[in-house]
């Protein structure tokens, strides 16, 4: 399975942005880059999701590099209820990992107020 | 919409009962239905992959005949841990994806915890 690597943990204050950064050096050509967070016993939530280019939703934004070995998910102006963790994950559409989604350990995000 | 619901939330049982978790998408059809497991402080752990009509597909590891799995409807699949024992105690998590939503992106349910006495 292609691997992520996300800081353990990052810190922010209130309203302030937040760069998330995400390496995944073995992408294939066909893997989706998505974004996942988790709050404290709840189920993920998807964030955003992007290939090759940058993606904006209302939620976030992903910058994906050009070589797209490493992304960045951005939160423009964090509120304490985007305190999280937030998962990198590589989505392969073809092969026998089609369609899997493998967790890393994600960057447990603090935002102070 | 894409919303994935799974009851029950929370389950406590005895050692040696079976206990079955059900997911639902709720507002869209599933084809494909992923179950995972998640320990304390830990991330989660992909167990299993069922789509409508057929047999699971499990992961290395994981115990088809302690873990079964029916998806027997586009929008309902069922885990059930059968003959519990405390360190199937987890946080059991499903998600599903599938017609009419996008086909890249998973939708997640508020997971079942499991504790096993």
């Known amino acids: 399975d292609a691997k992520t690597t996300q800081p353990n943990s990052m810190e922010s204050n209130e309203e302030e942005p937040v760069h998330l950064p995400c390496n995944h050096s073995t992408i294939s050509g066909t893997d989706y880059i998505h974004w996942y967070r988790q709050l404290p016993s709840q189920g993920p939530e998807y964030v955003i999701h992007g290939l090759t280019s940058n993606v904006n939703n209302r939620m976030a934004s992903l910058a994906i590099a050009e070589d797209r070995k490493s992304s960045t998910l951005i939160l423009h102006r964090a509120t304490l209820r985007d305190a999280a963790v937030y998962y990198c994950?590589?989505?392969?559409?073809?092969?026998?990992?089609?369609?899997?989604?493998?967790f890393g350990d994600g960057t447990t995000l603090t935002v102070k107020p | 919409g894409a919303v994935v619901s799974q009851h029950p939330s929370r389950v406590i049982c005895k050692s040696g009962t079976s206990v079955k978790i059900e997911c639902r998408s709720l507002?869209?059809?599933?084809?494909?239905m992923f179950w995972y497991r998640q320990f304390p402080k830990q991330s989660l752990m992909l167990m299993a992959t069922s789509n409508e009509g057929s047999k699971a597909t499990y992961e290395q590891g994981v115990e088809k005949d302690k873990f079964l799995i029916n998806h027997a409807s586009l929008t309902l699949s069922t885990l059930t841990v059968t003959s519990a024992h405390p360190e199937d105690s987890s946080f059991y998590i499903c998600?599903?994806?599938?017609?009419?939503?996008?086909?890249?992106?998973?939708?997640f349910g508020p997971g079942t915890r499991l504790t096993v006495l």
């Open positions: 998600s599903a994806e599938g017609l009419g939503q996008s086909t890249d992106t998973q939708y």
């Open positions: 507002d869209f059809q599933a084809t494909t």
């Open positions: 994950i590589l989505r392969g559409l073809k092969g026998t990992n089609a369609g899997k989604s493998t």
